[in-house]
Protein backbone atom coordinates (compact mmCIF):
# COMPACT_ATOMS: atom_id res chain seq x y z
CA UNK A 1 0.00 0.00 0.00
CA UNK A 2 1.16 3.64 -0.48
CA UNK A 3 1.44 6.59 1.70
CA UNK A 4 -1.35 9.14 1.19
CA UNK A 5 0.52 11.68 -0.94
CA UNK A 6 1.93 14.86 0.63
CA UNK A 7 -0.52 18.19 0.40
CA UNK A 8 1.12 20.33 -2.81
CA UNK A 9 3.00 23.54 -1.66
CA UNK A 10 0.53 26.71 -2.52
CA UNK A 11 2.87 29.61 -3.20
CA UNK A 12 3.13 32.73 -1.23
CA UNK A 13 1.72 30.94 1.89
CA UNK A 14 3.45 29.66 4.72
CA UNK A 15 3.25 25.66 5.44
CA UNK A 16 2.30 24.37 8.67
CA UNK A 17 5.00 20.94 9.40
CA UNK A 18 5.46 18.74 12.08
CA UNK A 19 8.62 17.69 12.62
CA UNK A 20 10.35 14.73 13.10
CA UNK A 21 13.84 13.73 13.71
CA UNK A 22 14.85 12.88 10.59
CA UNK A 23 12.08 14.75 8.21
CA UNK A 24 8.89 16.28 8.83
CA UNK A 25 5.05 16.12 7.31
CA UNK A 26 3.81 18.67 5.77
CA UNK A 27 0.07 19.39 7.93
CA UNK A 28 -0.83 22.60 5.86
CA UNK A 29 0.67 23.52 2.52
CA UNK A 30 2.57 26.00 1.96
CA UNK A 31 6.30 27.08 0.36
CA UNK A 32 7.93 27.91 3.05
CA UNK A 33 8.19 28.19 7.30
CA UNK A 34 9.62 30.95 9.39
CA UNK A 35 12.90 30.54 10.96
CA UNK A 36 12.05 30.56 15.03
CA UNK A 37 15.08 33.71 15.71
CA UNK A 38 15.16 35.45 12.53
CA UNK A 39 11.56 35.51 11.74
CA UNK A 40 13.19 35.17 8.09
CA UNK A 41 11.07 33.28 5.67
CA UNK A 42 12.51 29.72 4.92
CA UNK A 43 11.96 28.31 1.45
CA UNK A 44 10.56 24.53 2.16
CA UNK A 45 13.20 23.23 -0.65
CA UNK A 46 16.10 24.58 1.45
CA UNK A 47 15.04 23.77 5.05
CA UNK A 48 17.59 21.67 6.50
CA UNK A 49 17.55 22.52 10.61
CA UNK A 50 14.49 21.71 12.69
CA UNK A 51 13.92 21.13 16.52
CA UNK A 52 11.64 18.17 16.38
CA UNK A 53 11.59 18.91 20.30
CA UNK A 54 10.49 22.18 20.24
CA UNK A 55 8.64 22.24 16.48
CA UNK A 56 10.79 24.77 15.13
CA UNK A 57 12.66 25.65 12.04
CA UNK A 58 16.07 28.10 11.75
CA UNK A 59 17.86 29.31 8.91
CA UNK A 60 21.15 27.71 9.47
CA UNK A 61 23.32 25.95 11.39
CA UNK A 62 24.22 28.94 14.13
CA UNK A 63 20.74 30.49 14.17
CA UNK A 64 19.75 26.25 15.53
CA UNK A 65 22.70 26.36 17.64
CA UNK A 66 21.57 29.87 19.38
CA UNK A 67 18.00 28.72 20.01
CA UNK A 68 19.82 25.22 21.85
CA UNK A 69 21.66 27.49 23.91
CA UNK A 70 18.44 29.47 24.92
CA UNK A 71 16.37 26.63 25.59
CA UNK A 72 18.96 24.16 27.06
CA UNK A 73 22.10 26.35 28.92
CA UNK A 74 25.78 26.73 27.80
CA UNK A 75 26.63 23.84 30.38
Not at 12 to 29: H, T, W
Request: glycine fraction near 6%.
Amino acid sequence: MNPPPKPLPVHGREAVLRYNRADFDIVQGGDHVRCAVSGKPIPLDRLTYWSAELQEAYANAAMMTRRWVETHGAD
